[in-house]
């Protein structure tokens, strides 16, 4: 008989997210939640992973409690291989090395565009400002695949972003390379709190890949500012699984300070 | 201040042999002392208008005694340029001090973002990896840097970069101009009385900055002999004759932590992320700024040596740092 | 091999998205052993017709256990890329290996200065500021960089540089193309079994061309355990991700000098700085490479354990080395 | 009485060249010689000069003796300020930190311009090669001064040089400006083994200066491929001090094996 698990819409967006990694890769990981990410992945799945932070770490292994807030701190910096400065670090990523970036996103768009700068107005007078690219256009300009990792909720799914913080798919097939962006990059899939989307090879289009176990996916996309094309499979996401919760929980966010959010249930 | 202009976009360029000119005329080689106290160094390197760059955050390793000693002192019309302006920003803002950043990642908590909308502060958007260049150009004594990011976003509009085409493949290059701050200030480890410094863990673009500012402002945990330098010269960050001013700040970097000395204080860290109006700004201004003479009094009446005994054992990550 | 041409010059050029994906497809980032004899090392990643780069030079540091193995094994076509050449380009061409040399400085000796005269083998003049820059260019990913050099020089047409305007000032400048050797050879003090990597003292370009050659080999004066390297970052010059294979090569610089390991063999460098002619060449190539198996041979049979002893003793200046 | 010195051209050339050397000034030293200049001057009249080499050590104090034919090693870099690479050791120079950078030379032309790539023949087909730039071309277009030592055969001074290899004033005044090159730096002075040349402010031509105590000047310039300006008042230059012939001799080069050359004397 099915066990019900509960757990917050955070929760289950990093732990899927930590699933996506791949073992014995790079990763550019952004500030965030992608961090949370990056570290119940290497503590749990992919223990080989290199991860790599804009400040000038190359392969920490992160100590914990993770420090809201931080990056740079030595929570963050603690045995890594190598440790430079940030005109080192893009140059990893811009030359080739980073297989996988990742980060957050207030808005996407279709093409995978993320604005993480301002909501509203125009860039001059914004109706609310946020923090800006930081190093998100590099990452997302340089890394092979690029993860975004973004809160369901659909008025963060726009036909067109506010602002274009990191480049996605730009207008469509073969814009990025028109720009000038290295060849064969782009975003690979969006992890959110309910779903997991892909983007489609030919028309490089936001594509619903995966919902939670127990969602409709009709429900997941009848909120988001466009319809995105569904996968002929729409495959199904198993919750946070006990040990991922208990990590999250216990060891990464004791103080329950990062990882808050809307309770959510699905079956184990 | 040299500030030109693209479309909407004002922009902080001097011409490279203008730059070469005043290190040529201005900067000392010699090793002079330069130890003295951060209102003496701010009130004589920092004027109203200037543009400072500053490596790293108020988290970690950030100049904040510098910061607030700027503040105190009533710099108007600043322009600030860094990566992380997680707080520094919004104090520099609220204390009516800056007027222009060149970001980089805009800061935390609603207040910066607030007074962007409000229209009291001008954020360009260069991003991380294009004022890293900016300032790598500038040490490199090149009016520019080309870079393979920024092409295709927002950001080609709402900075001056610019974009060309490679002179080898055709390929559109994105490039970006070379800044010259200032004044750089830097928080560092260990340095001696000329200004040899020291960082140990990772910098977001020390060198560079230094290299590439007119005026640089180190200050420091520990004043060291001139002589650990020369015994160890691969782990010299900055060398002294790019520096003008060495400020002894232990706890400098507070309320942020200092990799291997102090964590940082996560109870005041939280007070500067929930400021979200005027009066909560002001207050914390003159509870932490304007009523205390100077860091010393800052760390004696408003940080004390409990507190500060307390951040210096949770330090407990030194593997490396040194 | 990608060659192109500009009027009379040709030069080594790779689309920047040629050389990204190479390193997406065919460089691990996995952490496997990679220590392996200089044989295979030389014989699985050195091609006949490959672009070569290498540093320091044959005096301090340069990896010459490597290159005599390259000659051993009688690589045809080598076009070589070094600041300091100072014997190497006369050993590479005399021994038949090297067509054609990007420097830098060409090197002590008639033999080499008489081959270039001869036609034997083709030099292109980058200058020293102008090879660092190209690896620069191709570690940081975009197609050129600028500098403001080699203008009004006659290397300007004896290299593929090119004059451009500055897109901020309209100032003429010069721009250099990126470059991405097939290999590169980088001689450290420590190493790990994976390929990360230690030199001591200063460096010429190492990082910049780790990261901007197909392939890396390592050779090493000592291999010491991984753990070393997470303990210490700061000290770490190349990650093993860039590293493509491990040689343990005591001595591995003789007859130049390993900072703080062991001083140069002044006797054994006056042989090299002799060579005039083909016959001495071929001598000098018969009695220290090809008659001797490998550099264990050659320490055994040609250096000595006495010598070796002394140039350990003479190396007294170890302060900073480390 | 005068006292009679005998010294090699060699010798006289570096002690002049020592005596130029400015104190509490930067300068980037390049291979050779000028090495030689550096620490005499150093050990005698400038103790804070700081002394940058392109291979990245930043002022270092050497230990004698000198190691003939090394710039890398470590005589060279010991106690340095700071230890760096070659592309940051010619940024202190493009960004204008360098106050003097010294160079020798095969060939030198009326406007300072330097050769030391080959002689006669063609860049494809020389006569004679050498080895060329080093980092030269950068010393000469970075630095605000720049200083030749140069061995004094009416040869290596000729109209123009076979190969342009570290800009002078090219082709006259305002031309290093016109190719970019950063405004107000060019050659200083040319030290040769007989004389010293200054370049006319106006003109930019190398202008002969003073001339070993004993040496009359048109003697000194009568075999030089071209007739260089004399300076209204040629000013005569002391032989090497018993000072300088003692370090040079017993310290910097005691197996004399850098510091040959053709005997000469003067009165002390």
New interface residues.
């Given amino acids: 008989m099915a066990r019900t698990v509960e757990f917050t819409d955070t929760e289950f967006m990093i732990a899927q997210g930590a699933r996506l990694l791949e073992d014995g890769k790079t990763f550019f990981v952004g500030?965030g939640i992608p961090q949370i990410v990056a570290i119940l992945g290497q503590r749990l799945y992919v223990p080989d992973v290199i991860q790599l932070f804009?400040?000038?770490?190359v392969g920490p292994q992160s100590?914990l409690p993770f420090?809201r807030?931080?990056?740079?701190?030595?929570?963050n910096?603690?045995?890594?291989i190598q440790?430079?400065?940030?005109?080192w670090a893009?140059a990893y990523s811009?030359s080739g090395y980073m297989d996988y970036g990742m980060l957050g996103a207030l808005q996407v768009d279709p093409y995978g565009n993320i604005n993480s700068?301002f909501l509203g107005?125009t860039?001059?007078?914004?109706?609310?400002?946020?923090?800006?690219?930081?190093?998100?256009?590099?990452v997302a300009?340089?890394c092979w695949k690029t993860i975004i990792v973004i809160r369901h909720e659909g008025r963060r799914f726009v036909p067109k972003v506010d602002?274009?913080?990191?480049?996605g798919y730009?207008t469509g097939p073969g814009?990025?390379e028109?720009?000038?962006?290295?060849a064969g990059t782009g975003p690979y899939r969006v992890v959110t709190s309910k779903a997991l989307f892909g983007f489609d090879g030919e028309t490089k289009l936001l594509t619903l890949l995966a919902v939670l176990r127990g969602l409709d996916p009709e429900d997941v996309v009848k909120d988001m500012g466009f319809r995105p094309p569904m996968s002929k499979d729409i495959e199904e996401i198993p919750p946070p699984t006990p040990e991922e919760l208990r990590l999250l929980r216990e060891e990464i966010d004791p103080s329950r300070f990062l990882i808050r959010g809307e309770w959510m249930s699905a079956s184990a | 201040m040299n500030i030109?202009r693209e479309g909407?976009i004002e922009y902080r360029?001097e011409?490279?042999?203008d730059?070469?000119?005043?290190?040529?005329e201005q900067?000392?080689?010699?090793?002079e002392p330069k130890l003295c106290p951060a209102k003496e160094a701010v009130s004589t390197f920092v004027a109203d208008g200037d543009y400072i760059v500053y490596d790293?955050?108020s988290?970690?390793?950030g100049p904040q005694s510098l910061i607030r000693e700027v503040i105190r002192q009533r710099r108007k019309d600043l322009w600030i340029g860094a990566?992380?302006t997680?707080h520094e920003s919004a104090l520099l803002t609220g204390a009516g001090c800056a007027t222009r950043i060149d970001?980089?990642?805009?800061?935390?908590g609603g207040y910066?973002?607030?007074a962007?909308?409000e229209?009291r502060v001008r954020?360009y958007?260069w991003?991380?990896?294009?004022l890293?260049?900016r300032l790598?150009a500038?040490?490199?004594?090149?009016?520019?840097?080309?870079?393979?990011?920024?092409?295709?976003?927002?950001?080609m509009?709402?900075s001056a970069a610019?974009?060309?085409g490679?002179?080898?493949?055709g390929?559109?290059?994105?490039?970006v101009?070379?800044l010259h701050p200032d004044v750089a200030f830097l928080h560092v480890h260990q340095a001696d009385v000329y200004g040899?410094a020291r960082i140990?863990?990772?910098?977001?673009?020390?060198?560079?900055a230094a290299?590439?500012s007119h005026r640089v402002i180190i200050s420091a945990e520990e004043i060291v002999d001139p002589e650990e330098?020369?015994?160890?010269?691969?782990?010299?960050t900055i060398?002294?004759?790019?520096v003008d001013a060495v400020v002894h700040a232990p706890f400098g970097a507070y309320p942020g932590?200092m990799?291997?000395r102090y964590e940082?204080d996560?109870p005041h860290?939280d007070i500067l992320?929930g400021i979200r109006n005027e009066e909560q700004m002001q207050t914390y201004l003159h509870e932490n700024v304007y009523s205390v003479a100077d860091h010393e009094e800052f760390l004696d009446k408003r940080v004390g040596a409990r507190k500060m005994s307390e951040l210096r054992r949770k330090?407990s990550?030194v593997?490396?740092?040194?």
Same sequence: chains 1, 4.
């Fill in positions: 500030w804009e400040f000038g770490a100590v420090v807030g931080t990056m740079g701190g030595p929570q910096t603690y045995r890594s440790w430079l400065n940030m005109n893009f811009a700068t107005g860039y001059r007078n914004p109706g609310r400002r946020f923090a800006g690219s930081g190093g998100g256009n590099q300009s340089h602002f274009l913080t990191s480049p730009l814009a990025r028109k720009a000038g962006l290295p | 030109r909407d360029f011409h490279p042999d730059f070469r000119r005043f290190v040529q900067k000392s080689r010699k090793a790293f955050s988290l970690t390793r990566e992380f997680l970001v980089g990642f805009l800061g935390y910066i973002g607030q962007v909308c229209g954020v958007e991003t991380n990896g294009g890293a260049l790598l500038g040490a490199r004594g090149v009016p520019f840097l080309p870079t393979r990011d920024l092409l295709g976003s927002d950001h509009s709402a610019k974009v060309i490679d002179p080898y493949t390929l559109p290059v994105a490039v101009p070379a040899d140990f863990g990772t910098n977001l673009f020390a060198l560079e290299m590439a330098f020369r015994k160890d010269p691969m782990r010299t060398p002294y004759f790019l932590a990799p291997a940082l996560l860290v992320n330090a990550i593997e490396g740092y040194r």
